[in-house]
C-alpha cells in the first residue's frame, strides 16, 4: 500500500487537472460565444425646412454729451419701429432692449489713456422672433432701406431655427436602425455566419447642417444659416453572430 501511494497520488494530480482543464475550455467557449459579436453603423437623414426665425440687430449712436447721443438714438429707433411696422413685423415679435451706455477717454501722445471723457456712446439692441418666417426674412432684406437713410444698422444675419426636432428624432432613429440592420445582414451572409440577437445601441448626436453638408462634429452641429437643412441620426449597433 505504501509503494502505491506515490502512484494514487499522481492518478489524484492528473484527474484533477483535466478536471479544471475542462473547465477552462467550457468557461472558453462560452466567452467565446459571448464575444462573437459584429457592430455597424447606421444613418438617416431628412430634408428640413426651417419653421421659426431670430434677427437680432442694433442702433449706436456717439456724441460728446450723453443728451446729444441720445436725442439722436431716439430718432433712429423711432424710425426703426415705424420701419419694422411698416413691413409687417408684429407688435408682439419684436423686443426692444434697454440703453446701453459707454464713456469714451481720450488718449495720451503716448497711446495711453488720459482719463478725459470725450464722449458717450450709446446703442439700443432689439431681436425679432416669429414663425412667419418668409414675411420677416423680407423685412431683414428690406433693411437695407434704413441704412440708405443714414441710420447706422448693425444687423446680424438671422437664424433659421427649425422647433419641431424632437418629434422627428424617433422616427430618424428608427430609419438609422433598420439602415444598420440591413448593413450588418449583408455582412454577415457573406461570411456564411447568422446574424443574432442585438446586443447594444449606441446613438450618436444628431447634425443639423445646410443641405448636402459633410461637416460633423463629436458634439454636434446646428446650423442656422440656411432656410433649408439636413438632419442626420448616427446609430452603432452591436449584435450577436450565430
Do not use: C
Amino acid at each position: 500500500m505504501r509503494e502505491r501511494l506515490p502512484q494514487l497520488i499522481g492518478l489524484t494530480l492528473l484527474a484533477l487537472a483535466l478536471f479544471v482543464g475542462l473547465l477552462a475550455l467550457a468557461s472558453g467557449i462560452r466567452d467565446r460565444g459571448r464575444n462573437d459579436t459584429i457592430s455597424v453603423t447606421g444613418s438617416a437623414r431628412h430634408p428640413i425646412v426651417s419653421d421659426y426665425i431670430v434677427w437680432d440687430a442694433s442702433v449706436q449712436s456717439q456724441q460728446a454729451t450723453p443728451a446729444a447721443a441720445l436725442t439722436e438714438l431716439d430718432r433712429w429707433t423711432d424710425r426703426i419701429k415705424s420701419f419694422l411696422t411698416e413691413e409687417g413685423a408684429q407688435a408682439g415679435e419684436i423686443v426692444f432692449q434697454p440703453i446701453f451706455t459707454e464713456t469714451i477717454t481720450g488718449q495720451n501722445p503716448d497711446g495711453s489713456q488720459s482719463g478725459q471723457i470725450v464722449g458717450y456712446r450709446l446703442t439700443r439692441s432689439f431681436e425679432l422672433r416669429s414663425a412667419r418666417v418668409s414675411e420677416i426674412a423680407a423685412l431683414v432684406e428690406a433693411s437695407s432701406k434704413l441704412l440708405s437713410e443714414g441710420i447706422p444698422l448693425n444687423a446680424q444675419p438671422p437664424q433659421y431655427i427649425f422647433t419641431k426636432l424632437p418629434s422627428l428624432r424617433p422616427q430618424l432613429l428608427a430609419e438609422a436602425t433598420r439602415d444598420a440592420l440591413k448593413r450588418a445582414q449583408i455582412l454577415v451572409q457573406s461570411t456564411g455566419a447568422k446574424l443574432g440577437k442585438l446586443r447594444a445601441v449606441n446613438v450618436g448626436v444628431f447634425q443639423v447642417t445646410a443641405p448636402n453638408s459633410t461637416d460633423v462634429s463629436d458634439y454636434g452641429i446646428y446650423d442656422t444659416s440656411t432656410l433649408r437643412k439636413d438632419v442626420t441620426a448616427v446609430v452603432n449597433v452591436t449584435f450577436a453572430l450565430g
